[in-house]
């Protein structure tokens, strides 16, 4: 397994930008896919935005064209780019790292975005 670690959560108006970070304890770009999701409270966890092996890029129709998921593979670390954000993007944020070949899937301990006025 790998270790997960988020940063980058916090307090934020509707309108603003926040950059979540997931920093990995060793490179497993090349093997899994990294995505970013989601729980509000009383809800189900959901996907927000992946990255594949190989780069190909997957949003929810919710976040497209607000949202960017990116990685640094010598930094072992996903980003997600949250801009113009909305009260309803307020949820626990969590990376994920998954691979069904390598029997793969990590968990970090999430961050929690609050988007208020």
């Known amino acids: 397994q790998v270790q997960l670690v988020e940063s980058g959560g916090g307090l934020v108006q509707p309108g603003g930008s926040l950059r979540l970070a997931c920093t990995a304890s060793?490179?497993?770009?090349?093997?899994?896919?990294m995505g970013w999701y989601r729980q509000a409270p009383g809800k189900q966890r959901e996907l927000v935005a992946q990255?594949?092996?190989?780069?190909?890029?997957n949003y929810a129709d919710s976040v497209q064209g607000r949202f960017t998921i990116s990685r640094d593979n010598a930094k072992n670390t996903v980003y997600l780019q949250m801009n113009s954000l909305k009260p309803e993007d307020t949820a626990v944020y969590y990376c994920?790292?998954?691979?069904?070949?390598?029997?793969?899937?990590?968990w970090g301990p999430g961050t929690q975005v609050t988007v208020s006025s």
């Open positions: 994920n790292a998954q691979s069904p070949i390598f029997q793969l899937n990590s």
């Open positions: 060793r490179n497993i770009f090349v093997i899994s896919a």
């Open positions: 990255i594949t092996t190989g780069g190909s890029l």
